[in-house]
């Protein structure tokens, strides 16, 4: 290996990110405590009042459960902490009820029925009958697998508050779960062709993303505690669930599932690399045929259409404690035995794990982010002081080209949902030549999103949400950044579309504003996909306390 070069003496940038290292940037700081820019933070479970506007839909309550504090040990159903007097744990018992705008309509249109399965089967999420006829992308309804027992229920019509030029509510789901007081995961988000796939405790479900029927479900023998947004580019992803039901069962069975076919195929344990291999909150990433299982201490990589096991991290020198992917690139960020545990980031071969180059952080400094992998992006903190931070960008032999720097505040969370993984920040966008990020304000005070030459480290320009609005990159593709400017209780989110080059946002999905926009702005810490000309916005946590909670929305014209 090489020696990396040490990062360049540059000066202090009046704020956002700094040099590395160096003094806190002057005009950073720490989002307040709590607090989320990029989704209202709710209180917690025992204060948390109802959501505004709510009222008068009694049919669709509640939200996310709040993230439990970094740390918190692990518990049973994908809970990452339990508060302190929680009921007895639960099996839950899970009832998908969908909605879709149009259906049953009663007098003036203010009405439509939520659909409901039958109670005796709760392993089998039920879609009932329902159409959209004005969808106007690709994706076909398929037929409905329900067993037609529902029962009905009201709730306001959620496009009865169009205005002129709005879009529509395609479908909402909502789901009535019965569950552990900790709440139930409902990790991941895959659109997929015509389908959109969601998890809800030990359940893998395909919907159309026409009309959101049922077009298969899955159910695995324990809660799914690990997912990663990747698929293989034949739709196919791994998720990891438990050893077992217990509060002590270990997240270290992997299962592949072909999300087109709605189909299981192989099932494997990760093998204990040592006595210190602990199954923490572990994540996955996927390049190629390759995937990686990364967890507290060690990251083993095994292959995606056999799950065969490839490498795993070394027992000496510098070992890798996570093997992030993408983009068909693999890194190895490491941590070494010497006196200050420094940390070293590696290049990785994805099918046999040799690497040929290695670039050390300075003493005390850590990744707290991995952007990309192709280009290599990096997101850096100071363990001792989490204020100092900064963003590298490395060349494909692991040499520093640029530190990013620019004005602004930008959180450490940096998504729409709460994510510690590596790979976890859903609202860091970068292609080619660009880096886009959403700056951190406060509650109801505009954001904006700065676009950072990947070449000089300079902010190129910047877009503002308007007023009280929050604005997020999603993706870049085809020349143009795809943003979600969030909905506010009064008023539907957009999805817009940004030249690459800056300029002015063009709307190219348009919410409702009325029942609909009430519904929306209350997704806490969302999954969201722009996908065909369709929005989806999803929960990743229900608090399952047996009311009907919105589930996943979809959105288009």
């Known amino acids: 290996m090489t020696e990396p070069p040490q990062p360049p003496n540059q000066p202090p940038t009046p704020s956002g990110y700094g040099h590395l290292p160096g003094p806190p940037p002057s005009g950073y700081s720490q989002p307040p405590q709590g607090a989320n820019p990029y989704a209202q933070q ?32 692990t518990m049973p159903m994908g809970a990452p902490g339990m508060p302190p007097g929680t009921p007895p744990k639960k099996k839950a018992t899970v009832l998908i009820a969908a909605a879709v705008a149009g259906v049953l309509v009663l007098g003036a249109g203010t009405y439509f029925a939520f659909f409901r399965g039958d109670d005796k089967d709760p392993k089998q999420p039920v879609a009932q009958e329902s159409a959209s006829p004005d969808a106007k992308p690709s994706g076909s309804p398929s037929v409905d697998k329900g067993d037609g027992s529902g029962n009905g229920g009201a709730d306001a019509d959620l496009n009865s508050g169009r205005k002129q030029g709005e879009d529509k509510v395609l479908w909402l789901k909502t789901a009535k779960i019965d569950g552990p007081g900790a709440g139930v995961k409902t990790d991941g988000q895959w659109v997929v062709g015509d389908t959109v796939v969601k998890t809800v405790d030990k359940a893998v479900t395909g919907y159309a993303v026409a009309d959101g029927k049922q077009k298969w479900s899955l159910t695995l023998p324990a809660a799914v505690c690990a997912v990663t947004r990747q698929t293989s580019a034949d739709g196919k992803t791994v998720v990891m669930y438990r050893d077992g039901e217990s509060d002590t069962a270990n997240c270290n069975q992997m299962r592949l599932i072909d999300l087109k076919a709605g189909k299981e195929g192989w099932s494997k344990e990760v093998p204990k690399e040592g006595a210190f291999d602990l199954f923490v909150d572990p994540s996955l990433a996927i390049t190629g045929d390759t995937f990686s299982v990364s967890r507290l201490t060690r990251a083993t990589a095994f292959k995606l259409s056999t799950g065969d096991k490839l490498f795993a991290s070394p027992t000496e020198g510098c070992m890798p404690g996570a093997y992030p992917a993408g983009s068909g690139k693999m890194l190895g960020i490491a941590t070494c035995h010497d006196a200050d545990s420094t940390v070293e980031v590696q290049d990785v071969d994805p099918a046999t794990g040799k690497s040929t180059w290695s670039y050390r952080l ?26 100092e931070r900064s963003i590298v960008v490395l060349g494909p032999d692991g040499k520093q080209r640029a530190t990013v720097t620019g004005e602004g505040k930008f959180s450490t969370q940096c998504g729409m949902k709460h994510d510690d993984s590596l ?59 795809v943003a979600y400017r969030k909905a506010l209780d009064a008023m539907g989110g957009e999805v817009l579309t940004i030249p690459a080059g800056g300029g002015t946002p063009t709307a190219v999905l348009r919410h409702p504003s009325g029942p609909a926009a009430e519904v929306e702005s209350t997704f806490y810490a969302p999954e969201v996909d722009y996908v065909d000309g369709r929005f989806f916005i999803s929960t990743v946590r229900l608090l399952a306390q047996g009311k009907d909670e919105k589930f996943l929305m979809v959105f288009g014209k």
Do not use: M
């Open 362 to 387: 300075p003493k005390g400094w850590k990744v707290n982010r991995v952007f990309s992998l192709d280009p290599i992006v990096l997101d850096l903190v100071n363990r001792n002081n989490s204020k």
């Open 42 to 73: 709710p209180p917690t479970v025992a204060q948390q009042p109802a959501a505004p506007g709510w009222g008068h839909h009694p049919a669709v309550a509640g939200g996310g459960y709040p993230p439990p504090p970094p740390g918190a040990p």
């Open 423 to 481: 790979q976890g920040c859903a609202t860091a966008v970068v292609d080619a030549g660009t880096l886009y990020l959403p700056t951190d304000t406060d509650l109801l005070t505009a954001n904006e999103i700065v676009a950072f030459d990947l070449a000089t480290g300079k902010a190129k320009w910047r877009v503002p949400a308007g007023d009280k609005r929050t604005i997020v990159p999603l993706k870049a593709a085809n020349g143009q950044l």
